[in-house]
Structures are given as structure tokens and as C-alpha cells.
């Protein structure tokens, strides 16, 4: 069996699995809570794939692996993991529809094509079985790169939990802080770099195949279905702030949606 074989085979366990633990739960945060965990076992698939004698790959396999015990311990310190830890945007969205939609909705768009994209965002690696192993300074820059857009997710997770912790505190005390979201540090110059840094990575994923064997009918769809995605979250994010705290458009106006740039100057 192939590789590719292989991390079909799993991506049909994790289906079925995710959607059997959300009909007794009541609870469709299953994909959340195995996002970080599944790319990081396809990726090792792959270099497997290869007996683990590619470094490319095995580099590959490395970093994705550091990218989810990242996203594992920030999802974990929000309390993902525990019962009752279902996306708070999943709830907004049950409330507007008829049970048996928001079930067809669990199966079609969380179950079957979140669980399909967290493959194909790793497709780049099975292009690379067929190339010749050896690492290169191209691969070293690019690794650097996925590094690099690691720390900077990192460091806005941490920014972000600290307002909240924060914003707790004052709560707790009988304060509160205003504005209700986040606006300095680099929330300063982005209104979502933990999204950013999350999608560029991705990109450097695809790169490391591009670089090697140019666009081929696969390789290109994770990372764009992916960015295309993280809009759409966006925007409904954003729909909700904006629900809470109509401050928020003028955060809007001043700063970037995701790509960290100079602010506009406040009006």
C-alpha cells in the first residue's frame, strides 16, 4: 500500500470517527480538536513513504510536527479539550438553522471537507516521493521560513491570551476593558496574524514542492482551499465582534485584515 493509500485510509477513520463522537455529544468540535494532530501523522506517513531515507521529507514531517504541538498546546489552554469546548461560532450557527440542516452541514462542510483539506494541505509531500533526496539551500530557506511564520503565530496566540487573561481579571474585579478586542502589539498591524502566519505556512509547504516539480494537479489545492477558508472565517468572525463591540469598524478602517501592514492613520 502507498503512502497516499495509506493516508486515505485514515482520513476515512478520522470521517467516521469525528462524526460518530458528535451525534451523542452534541458537539461538532471534533475536526477542532484532531486540526492539529492529523497533518503531523500524514506527514510522517509520507516520509515513510520513503522509508524516512529523504531528509526533504523527513525535514517536512519535522516542522509540520512543531506546528501542530504548537497549535495543540494553544488549543489545549483554551480549554478545546474539555467537555463543553465547541467552537463558540458553531453554536451562532446551529441557532439559525433546522436541526436536520445544521446535520447536514456537520457531515458535508465539517466532518467530510475539513477533514479532506487537512489532507490535501500535506499533498505537497507526495509529489516529493518521486523526487531525488538531498537537501539543499532552498530547503534550508524555505525551513527557515516555516520557522520564522511559526514564531510569529506564536507570538500573536500569546498576545491574544494575555488580553483575555486580562480582560478575566477585570471582569472578576467588576471592570472593564475597553475596547473589548485586541489592538496593540501585532494586532497593531493586523487585525488576524495568528491567521496569516497560519495560511503562509502552508504556502511554504506547497513551495518546497513547486520549487521541485512545478504546480501539478494537486499539490496547489490545500494551500488555496485553505486561504479561501480562513477568509470566510474571517469575515464571520469579524460579523460577530462587530455584534459586540461597534467600535470595531474603526479598528476595520485602520487596520489590515491579515497581512501585517503600516496602519492607517485614525480619522
Given amino acids: 500500500m502507498s503512502a497516499l493509500e495509506t493516508n486515505i485510509w485514515i482520513l476515512a477513520a478520522t470521517c467516521l470517527l469525528t462524526w460518530l463522537l458528535s451525534l451523542p455529544t452534541k458537539d461538532t468540535s471534533w475536526v477542532d480538536r484532531i486540526w492539529s494532530i492529523v497533518p503531523a501523522v500524514y506527514a510522517w506517513v509520507f516520509a515513510a513513504g520513503a ?60 466532518v467530510v471537507f475539513q477533514n479532506v483539506l487537512l489532507l490535501m494541505i500535506t499533498m505537497p509531500m507526495n509529489d516529493l516521493l518521486g523526487v531525488a533526496p538531498g537537501l539543499d539551500a532552498t530547503d534550508v530557506a524555505l525551513a527557515l521560513l516555516f520557522l520564522g511564520l511559526l514564531a510569529l503565530e506564536t507570538a500573536a496566540d500569546q498576545q491574544q491570551w ?30 488576524h496574524p495568528n491567521f496569516f502566519a497560519e495560511q503562509a505556512q502552508w504556502w511554504v509547504v506547497l513551495l518546497f514542492s513547486v520549487v521541485r516539480v512545478g504546480i501539478t494537479s494537486t499539490n496547489w489545492i490545500g494551500a488555496v482551499v485553505l486561504t479561501a477558508l480562513f477568509i470566510g472565517s474571517c469575515r464571520f468572525t469579524e460579523q460577530i465582534s462587530l455584534s459586540k463591540y461597534p467600535e470595531y469598524v474603526a479598528y476595520q478602517r485602520r487596520v489590515s485584515a491579515m497581512v501585517p501592514w503600516w496602519p492607517k492613520r485614525a480619522s
Fill in 51 to 110: 522509508a524516512f531515507a529523504n531528509p526533504r521529507l523527513n525535514l517536512l514531517a519535522a516542522v509540520i510536527t512543531l506546528w501542530g504541538a504548537r497549535l495543540t498546546f494553544n488549543f489545549a489552554r483554551k480549554g478545546g479539550y474539555r467537555p463543553g469546548g465547541e467552537d463558540y461560532r458553531w453554536e451562532v450557527l446551529r441557532a439559525g438553522m433546522k436541526p436536520w440542516q445544521y446535520q447536514v452541514f456537520n457531515i458535508g462542510f465539517i
Fill in 162 to 191: 494575555n488580553f483575555h487573561q486580562k480582560k478575566k481579571a477585570e471582569a472578576a474585579a467588576g471592570r472593564s476593558v475597553v475596547p473589548g478586542f485586541l489592538t496593540s502589539g501585532l494586532f497593531s498591524i493586523s487585525r
